[in-house]
Structures are given as structure tokens and as C-alpha cells.
């Protein structure tokens, strides 16, 4: 059997780059359509097969070692189960109901992420996402032939993708169905493989995906896009694009189910006579009133302010917890009216009562409750 380096010309240490190199060259000077000769379609034959040997890292391996396609270890005996298993039913790559390979695969899935705003979720956004990911060839469009040319039949299988052998074994002579070296399985080959994207179909570009995010969507979400992955082998079916959702935190907003919430300081005097005031909401101002007396703790409901379900239309509300500031440096005048004010209203002494675990805790419970 001829050496598959000598065939196609290269050293036993050649890269892939120069073995695909050295198979172009000799295809253009030995396919059947150049050269019709006899002899040029049998050492066509010869180069072909030794790319598809030494293209393939677990082939050449094989073949360096010494052994081209050997049934049983290439030394008498059992190489292992998997060749045990791959010389009665068929080794990987070929198809056991007989039929070739398809080249046309479904491309793999692809992962984006997107980060939000509070606001986004709120509201809903649209994003326009740059994803680096795989394309049809615009060269060949999935053909994955050179334009002009296109797939052949494969001379050693017949476009069945698979070849029969007869091979010596424990149960004595075994007939199997093997998939074919020449083609792969394929039952045809690439006489002039598209030099855009080197005989795949597809290439490596980034494209920009025009995303509308719904409103109501939570940190670490994902959403899918089918059909908006990469394309497959061949000009394969697209797989699916996921978009991870992560969301920043807000200095004023937080969430909570389908409510936002928020702290709101009062001084003392609007607690004790209490005031109307205008707060800025994530959409818009919100007239409020603070009625008198309101204590830190309480929790003024503004209906209709949070957030929209991501499968709902009712939006959720906006939860103001008070929070009652207390003066911490005051002026003699204002103390002396203080004094007055508590000897008027004959205020009683510190005391101890029920336990409570805080404001921040009595302000938790609220907004839960």
C-alpha cells in the first residue's frame, strides 16, 4: 500500500495546513474534469484518501502507529472493545441503517448575556447585542464547494457512505458494513473545497441580534431565541440563542416580588403635623401625603407603580417605608420651644415595652406583610 505522505508529497512532520495545501494542488492537476486519464483517476483516488487520513488527527494517529483502517488492533489481535465493537456493527461516523452521513448538521446553541437597569425591568427594553458566532458562507452558501463545483460521488462506496469487508474473526468469517474512509460516511467528497470557509459551509463572524427584553424579568433569567444561534455544518438548521439576564442593583429601588421599594425620610415636624410632598418614581413623579402622626416603620402603598409580570398585565405597587429623622444638633431656641412642647403635651417617660428587633426589621416585616 503506497505511503500516504509520499502520495500527496509532504513530510511525515507536515501541519494540516501544508497537507491541505498539497491535496488542493494535486485535486486541481488529477480530478477526472481536468484530467481524464486513466491513470490520473486512480492516483486521484490514492490522494484523496490519504487526505482524508492525515486531515483527521485520530486517523493519522492510527496510521502513524502503523495501522491504516486495521480491523483488529493491525498486529492479530483484539485492539480493544471499541474495535471489537466497531468490526461487528459499524465504527463511529458511519451510519448503521445504511444510509450516508448528512453533511447538513444544527449548529450548536449560543449564550449571551445582557445587563439591565431597574428601570429596564420595569419597563421593558430593547437591546441591540453584538454575538460572535457561526455564519453561512456567503462564498459557497452552505455548499461548501468551491462556486462552480459541487459535490461528487464517492468512487469507493458509490454514495452508500459505507463499504463492506470481510474480516477473519472468532466466529469465523464476518461480512460488516464499515463506514467508508474515502468519503467519511458521507457517500461524496469536496474535489475543490470553498477556500472562504475551507469546505465547513459556515464561518466564524459577529452579527448583531435586535433583542425587545419584556418587562418583569429577574436576575440570572434566561430567555430563549430560537432559531438565533449559530448556523449548523453544511448550512445546517440555526441552533437557539440564550440571553442571560443580569440586573443592576439600584441606590434608591429595590425589588421584591412584583414591588418596588423605598425609604422615605421625614423630619420630625412633618411626622408630627404631617405634609404632602412629591417623590420621583422610576416613571414620573407621585404626589404623596403624609398624614400626621405617621411613625418610622409605617409604609405608604402607591398602587400601580411597580412592576409588570413577565407573564402578566396588572403591575405591582411602589411601598414607601417612613423613616422619622430625628434632629441631632438643634439651636437654644429650639430647644427651649421642645421643652415647652413636651411639658404641654405632658410627654412620659422613657419606658420599657414591647421588644421589637429594629427599624430596619419593623420596616422588613412591613413591606413582607
Keep these: 500500500m503506497a505511503d500516504h505522505y509520499e502520495v500527496l508529497g509532504v513530510s511525515r512532520e507536515a501541519s494540516l495546513d501544508e497537507i491541505k495545501k498539497a491535496y488542493r494542488r494535486l485535486a486541481r492537476e488529477l480530478h477526472p474534469d481536468v484530467n481524464p486519464g486513466e491513470d490520473a483517476s486512480e492516483r486521484f483516488k490514492l490522494v484523496t ?21 486495521a480491523g483488529f488492533g493491525g498486529a492479530g489481535g483484539f485492539g480493544g472493545f471499541n474495535d471489537i465493537f466497531e468490526t461487528f456493527f459499524g465504527g463511529a461516523g458511519g451510519s448503521r441503517s445504511g444510509r450516508p452521513r448528512s453533511r447538513r448538521e444544527r449548529g450548536q446553541d449560543a449564550l449571551v448575556r445582557a445587563t439591565l437597569d431597574l428601570a429596564d425591568v420595569v419597563f421593558g427594553v430593547h437591546r441591540d447585542i453584538e454575538v460572535d458566532t457561526a455564519v ?28 463492506q469487508r470481510q474480516v477473519r474473526s472468532l466466529l469465523g468469517n464476518v461480512v460488516t458494513n464499515q463506514p467508508c474512509n474515502v468519503c467519511s460516511g458521507y457517500g461524496t467528497t469536496i474535489p475543490y473545497p470553498c477556500a472562504t470557509c475551507q469546505g465547513q459551509g459556515r464561518v466564524r463572524s459577529r452579527r448583531t441580534v435586535s433583542l425587545d427584553i419584556p418587562a418583569g424579568v429577574e436576575n440570572g433569567l434566561r430567555l430563549q431565541l430560537p432559531g438565533s444561534g449559530e448556523v449548523g455544518p453544511a448550512g445546517g438548521p440555526n441552533g437557539d440563542l440564550y440571553l442571560e439576564i443580569t440586573v443592576n442593583n439600584d441606590d434608591v429601588f429595590s425589588r421584591e416580588g412584583d414591588d418596588l421599594l423605598a425609604t422615605l425620610e421625614v423630619s420630625m415636624s412633618d411626622a408630627i403635623l404631617g405634609t404632602n410632598t412629591t417623590i420621583e418614581s422610576l416613571d414620573g413623579s407621585v404626589d404623596l401625603e403624609i398624614r400626621a402622626g405617621v411613625q418610622s416603620g409605617d409604609v405608604l402603598t402607591i398602587k400601580g407603580r411597580g412592576i409588570t409580570p413577565l407573564r402578566g398585565s396588572t403591575r405591582g405597587d411602589l411601598r414607601v417605608g417612613v423613616h422619622v429623622v430625628t434632629p ?22 422613657p419606658r420599657l415595652s414591647e421588644f421589637h428587633q429594629g427599624i430596619f426589621s419593623k420596616l422588613r416585616d412591613r413591606f413582607r406583610g
Design 49 to 69: 484518501h490519504a487526505y482524508d487520513v492525515l486531515s483527521n488527527d485520530e486517523q493519522r494517529a492510527r496510521y502513524d502507529m502503523g495501522g491504516d483502517n
Design 136 to 163: 453561512l458562507c456567503d462564498t459557497c452558501e452552505g455548499s461548501c464547494c468551491q462556486p462552480g463545483t459541487s459535490l461528487v460521488t464517492c468512487d469507493i462506496c458509490h454514495g452508500a457512505g459505507h463499504v
Design 328 to 349: 441631632t444638633r438643634i439651636g437654644s431656641k429650639e430647644r427651649a420651644l421642645i421643652e415647652d412642647f413636651a411639658k404641654r403635651t405632658h410627654a412620659p417617660s
